[in-house]
């Protein structure tokens, strides 16, 4: 075919070289080093650990604070590449963005210097801290409170979904103000602060090289410039735009690794005398999947180019707090939710029996998959937000 | 709503004391024991050996065999039960069904009293060995050879998935004859026969209190006698419509679980100012699986129905061999596998991220949901089944 | 394969030779008689009248109404037969069955002397009017009320909903008691009355040999002996098992005839030099379709054994009042119209180009199809009534 | 929420005042027009040459050959406005682009004036003619034969699908090369040469606006010079994919206008004392809905946009043709057409009974949503399609 000056399906993405150094340092640390049922090790585990050795943590912030400067847009096929080798590496990988982002957006310079500054050029992590028990989907009903005493602000609550937040450098809290019930704040609390503890790990259907958290805050103070500017709900749905994208993104990755286990699986395979790659049946399985992940992906690129061209704009923190939630990003999460399941779904049903089994890491792909419809607002708030945003308000309907 | 004379939705089953015992052995061994994501122990377990010990063991064999003489279509019901507390120990208590099934209808009455007859009364359990790693789902390639040599068998070769064969009094394994390539016998093989190896018990996605293991045979002689009546390939296809029902029935079970620990949920929940039962969207979701429920049984019903009718007559082991694989059961297991699947996967969106960790069991259930689908011809098998012979051929449409 | 003493797939149904002659009718008089996408003509069509003539009309009807005492099991073949032919001639010819059942069950012996008596012989048919347009689903808003007034019932209202209204005997309408809002009543009107209009025939998307009517009633008196016995929107609730399950079988006949037409075109295609019958893609969906085929048939038959076992009890009209709308007549309902539209949605799309034609009946059936979900309760209504009816309480779950 | 910089989720629409005036022209001449059922009249209608008085039509073509100069990705956008009022309307009026697409990239100069440079001026049509009844699929098996004759093409055979092909100004014609049967051709053929004979309309489920004929050749002759350079099949993949991503874009369209029209319905209805817009179910729906159009309007968009930049090379025909059939575009056929068919088929279940009737457009809308899967290459095509060109060859995988 010769050479080939435009790279069709993957426009987006500037940086190539970059991207082949993460499908190098996946194919040398994360592939075939997951142990599908296995126990759950300490996080980071050293291939995550690795990372950062080979200059790729926290890609997306700024040079001056120890990242790559690089877009959501050239994040999704970042991300693609790490899930393709293990989705539970990737979401520990690229989970501080959401804390990164709100701080980048909504924070002081001297804030931003103090925790970006630090965690960035070390290749820390980050967590943000928003559900709780009670409240589940309705993050207005939380409860843990921060109070402003003596500049500072004095957290008591429990959060039940942490992830990254046992070795994460800090943890950005989204809380009520004791003093306004009807006022959120979003506050940086450093992990190693006083009365911050990590209650337990949860045990999770999927991704065993992440650690997701429940955390109590008990009389934690912190200076009073910790908090971010703005009400801290709709600073939460700022930021979750970027991590419902990559998280919609992981998505991606499965699913290429599901469908080159397929095709794996077929050549080793023979149906009445052929070759199972020859079967019209599994072509035509193989050939649907190939659309699910190409719409998958697209739709992942057009969310991030909107965050990507609001993060651009002058104005962006105004700018992105009055859209909220972005339609594109919500969009991408359940789309890909949806979309990937279905895909992993079929493909354990290609496997016959031993698609039951653990010889073929089928079974581990189908719960990773799992996650991305699971975590960061089911489909049923989903919908009732895309309902609530951009059905009734008929300009805002597309 | 007074007295009702009428049993409605059960029309069915008539000992209905029978099934209330297996609701109490259920309740009292098997709910709560499952230990998700644990350790396999070994089987059967202290709970499923209780079975016997409760009088319900192998309830489908005649009296005479130690069993109750129960229906298929009473089956259904009784599977339902025991996998609504542990789909993993009802496939280890009904599996046997399969062989004993083919041994009832082509073995010998000297060779029925000498197996069954044993086995029944003790509450013991027989495996049937079809599947090979080469072979897939094209049985026609087994590679198992059974030689004829000196009034004896003399078995060669290795099976993939045995579920219960480690444990159980006898094997019914299907194998080529090694005098005629194109003939395939089905001999029955005590588990005790030298030359039986259990190779491995294999790691499964779900149903923990299951064992499924690999098998080989290595010169391994068993008395003439103990062969079947007739070609063992489709003698195992009129075998398969008794379990492949029996798995659809487990379906029904997991969903029933499913179905009530959403309610259980719910009740606990607050959505915007109101329990979570109240929720018309929870609601349109439980009515569907009830729905669902209703559909999924009455096919199950409806193939127990069908071979319960073929097997009460005088000239059943020709008609059942006349008609093999039956439309009514390969239609229940395709259907079960794959509503229960969707019902399952609906569910397990409806926990928010507490459905992604294993504080609740939804996780393990949708696991064991898998296996429907998987064991005993996947999808792609049974439609090809079911178009070869219920749809080319016009007068066995429907 | 020699003589089958039974009949396997078809166990309910006794009257083969009725059967039978359902067949030669349907082939006779209603096959290729359909017009698709033509002009919609007076109803009855005489193809229709000639049901009577093959003395098949009201078969469900006691003989000494005229009929044939056929069991609803036995209608759910039947159905199917004359939907494989045409389903709107078939909606005609059996939607009687809801308001002659609603007389049977709760009108006196007179009143069913007078109305089935008359009817029942003649081969005539009857309306059943509940559905307004601003009650919507919500039966308890209707409107039409009927005043007791010295002796008689007078009526006024307009029915939005009434199929073969125009043409029928007599009219079973749903109406408010004027004299207590709370209460609902079911009156028996011929539609000769005085006062009875038909407004207009609903142009229809499919079923064009199928009248649906909007009808008024204006000052319109008949004896007070012609309500039903009991609460009128229960009574519906009861009838509608019948005609709820019986519009689930028409998506069974209309499914049949779907996968044969796929079959027929398939033989005359060719695919890479083979026939297209020869094809695994296209075999796959076929025998997709004969387990879609097998379960909605199963389900129905299961809705009208139940239906038929009540209604043979000595106390069946108080045992129908106590359950009101049964679980496996809704469940048949909704599940045959998803499971039916799905099925037509493949078929639809494996004709290429040529099926977005009229060359082809499939649009014709598809259209149809549509049908079974959108009357008599659409799947939202009937889910939540699964729901509150089902779920809820715990005693009547499955 | 004040000014907006940024347009957000159209970031690709350069010229809105453009698509301003569609939207004029399609509230003006289009909306209500249509005439769900009604006869299908003279085509173009006379709102279809109003585009052309609009200054709309051929927006595509270069300013040069009287159109706009406007990319595919402006086009996807102004698709859908057209489809919002009629689907039909808008096929009409984008599907030459397939033709001048192919004229444009393979054309000679004098023959781009002689077509474009005087079709595109007057708002004029043209077809393009690949399919034929017995070819189906299989375009290697076309029949209708080219050959070469005195300087001149003489055509014989028939074209089965040949939309525009009565009222458009040249047809582009493939044809197998009568001396060289593993060659095929491209050639122009103006209507009104001698022996182009329309055969009939074809009757269609939808699109009532839009004409779709079977066209006859009979020793047609064209100078030799209205052949296209190049491989025919493989010109003709070349200018499906602008043909396919354009009617993937009808079905944001539709979808769209689906989504208001269930707007408009539940502003007028109550349930349960309340609006049906209060309704959690309904939205729900709703909101799952506006993630569709997002995911198909973004697929669109990226499909447009790889071809744009395609033929911004350059050596965009080489490269073009190069490549063939772009995943993107065949992905966007395939998903909006099964997307949209879903979203449409949920949308008919919300209007209960009314949604049967032609007093709602619904079943228009649904009928018209169809062909989106059913043109230019049914899913079982481009499912093989994207199997054999995208996933087998590794290196084209995503």
Redesign the interface.
């Given at each position: 075919?010769?050479p080939t000056?435009?790279t069709?399906?993957r426009?987006f993405l500037g940086p190539t070289p970059f991207l082949d150094r993460v499908r190098t340092y996946a194919a040398e640390e994360l592939t075939g080093v997951r142990d599908p049922?296995g126990s759950l090790g300490p996080l980071p585990t050293p291939a995550q650990r690795a990372f950062h050795a080979h200059g790729l943590a926290n890609w997306w912030l700024p040079e001056k604070h120890g990242g790559r400067g690089m877009s959501l847009a050239d994040s999704v096929d970042i991300v693609s590449e790490l899930s393709y080798a293990d989705a539970g590496a990737a979401f520990t990988l690229f989970i501080s963005v959401l804390g990164s982002t709100m701080v980048s957006l909504y924070g002081s310079e001297e804030l931003k210097d103090r925790t970006l500054g630090s965690t960035g050029p070390s290749g820390g992590f980050s967590a943000t801290l928003g559900?709780e028990r009670e409240a589940?989907?309705?993050l207005t009903r939380i409860a843990t409170r921060a109070a402003r005493r003596e500049g500072q602000f004095v957290l008591d609550g429990e959060k039940?979904?942490a992830t990254n937040a046992d070795f994460a450098d800090f943890l950005v809290v989204v809380a009520v103000n004791a003093d306004n019930p009807l006022e959120h704040l979003a506050v940086v609390v450093p992990r190693d602060t006083p009365g911050v503890r990590v209650d337990k790990r949860?045990?999770?259907?999927?991704l065993p090289s992440a650690g997701t958290y429940q955390v109590s805050f008990d009389n934690c103070r912190v200076p009073e410039a910790n908090a971010l500017h703005g009400p801290g709900l709709l600073l939460l749905e700022v930021g979750l735009n970027t991590s419902r994208t990559l998280i919609a993104a992981t998505a991606?990755g499965i699913a290429?690794r599901i469908?080159?286990l397929c095709?794996e699986y077929a050549r080793t395979?023979?149906?009445?005398g052929e070759s199972l790659?020859a079967?019209?049946?599994f072509?035509?399985?193989?050939?649907?999947?190939?659309?699910q992940?190409?719409?998958m992906?697209?739709?992942c690129?057009?969310a991030a180019?909107?965050f990507d061209?609001?993060s651009a704009?002058p104005?962006a923190p105004d700018?992105l707090l009055?859209?909220g939630a972005?339609?594109?990003a919500?969009?991408a999460k359940?789309?890909c939710g949806q979309s990937g399941?279905q895909l992993a779904?079929t493909a354990?049903?290609?496997?016959?029996?031993l698609?039951?089994?653990?010889?073929l890491p089928i079974?581990g792909l189908?719960?990773d998959m799992?996650?991305v419809?699971?975590?960061e607002g089911?489909?049923?708030?989903?919908?009732?937000?895309?309902?609530?945003r951009?059905?009734?308000p008929s300009r805002r309907?597309?």
């Open positions: 075919m010769g000056p435009f069709g399906p426009p049922f559900s589940g989907s309705e039940m979904f949860w045990k999770t259907l999927g991606i290429r469908r080159d095709l395979r023979r149906l009445r790659l079967n019209p049946v072509g035509s399985k193989l050939g649907h999947m190939e659309m992940i190409e719409v992906r697209h739709q690129l057009a180019t909107e061209a609001l704009l104005e700018e009055a859209r972005l339609r594109s919500v969009a359940m789309f399941w779904s354990s049903e290609m496997f016959g029996g698609g039951y089994t653990t010889e079974g189908l719960q799992r996650y419809s699971l975590v089911g489909d049923d708030v989903l919908r009732e937000l895309l309902y609530r951009y059905v009734i309907r597309l």
